[in-house]
């Protein structure tokens, strides 16, 4: 994704300033909800250890989030509730996005998060918990949407990784 970040700073800054802005917002809205079932959720522990334990929370998440909550919790807890609280805290930070290094490397860290948030098997827990359909016009349901919508940015990315290996392609319309 790091490639992507220089082309999105320097023509799309504005668009992905308010993707951004509009997550914050709606982490910090929902936030106290999502922290109450994160403290009910029960968490379903494989056999397998600490590492089978994130895999089947996030069972289709990329590394890269891993590396990302790796840099900014050099302790990596065993608590699965622990990672989702500092994934919510993570996706409701405030950061304003510009053409420079550590704003890509913040971006970076929020699309993981807002995509192993949204890919969770605690957030198909609570979606079922609290019953939200994905169309209605509930804060919740804004959630899920602009969840999806960041995560957009890592699968751009595997778009363009994709072609650049497997290049060149000839795009007809």
Sequence with gaps: MQDLLPFLARRHAEFVNKRLKKLSHLMEAG???LLEHIGTYAVNAP????LGLFRSEFPKVEDEFFLHYKKGHPETPSDVKRILQDIVKTCAARVRFVNHGSAFEEFSSIVSA????????????????????????????????NLDKVHQYIR??????????NGPFTVKW
């Design 31 to 33: 936030r106290g909800n």
């Design 47 to 50: 056999a397998s250890g600490r």
């Design 114 to 145: 807002a995509t192993a948030l949204g890919k969770s098997r605690f957030f198909k827990y609570y979606i079922n918990e609290m019953k939200i359909v994905k169309t209605e016009d509930t804060q919740d349901a804004k959630l899920w949407r």
């Design 156 to 165: 751009i990315s595997d778009t363009i990784r994709y072609m650049q290996q």
